[in-house]
């Protein structure tokens, strides 16, 4: 069973900076390119930042030079460094591989729970 954890958002003034972490139970993430996405109220979510297995990263252009994509997969985890943050990167982050490969019993694609973030201008 695969699950996918999502944690440190919250509320920082614009400038500020947030590290988020993805906690991920299943071996084979560790095997997958993973990526962070984001969904503001109203929007599609989007891909922000991709990582793959051996390391090598992609960014969206919103976020190219502010935000850093990371894994250990020793811990499991994935992480997003999110520097000099805007109010425009307010959104609710997730987690999931790139692109999305596991289905909920609903046959959706399955997501965590997500992390919000907001900033404040």
């Known amino acids: 069973q695969v699950q996918l954890v999502e944690s440190g958002g919250g509320l920082v003034q614009a400038g500020g900076s947030l590290r988020l972490s993805c906690a991920y139970s299943g071996s084979i993430f560790s095997l997958l390119a993973m990526g962070w996405y984001r969904q503001a109220p109203g929007k599609e979510r989007e891909l922000v930042a991709t990582?793959?297995?051996?390391?090598?990263?992609n960014y969206a252009v919103s976020v190219k030079g502010r935000f850093t994509i990371s894994r250990d997969n020793a811990k499991n985890t994935v992480y997003l460094q999110m520097n000099s943050l805007k109010p425009e990167d307010t959104a609710v982050y997730y987690c999931?591989?790139?692109?999305?490969?596991?289905?909920?019993?609903?046959?959706?694609?399955?997501w965590g729970q997500g992390t919000q973030v907001t900033v404040s201008s």
């Open positions: 990582i793959t297995r051996s390391g090598s990263t």
């Open positions: 999931n591989t790139d692109p999305p490969r596991f289905k909920d019993i609903s046959g959706r694609n399955y």
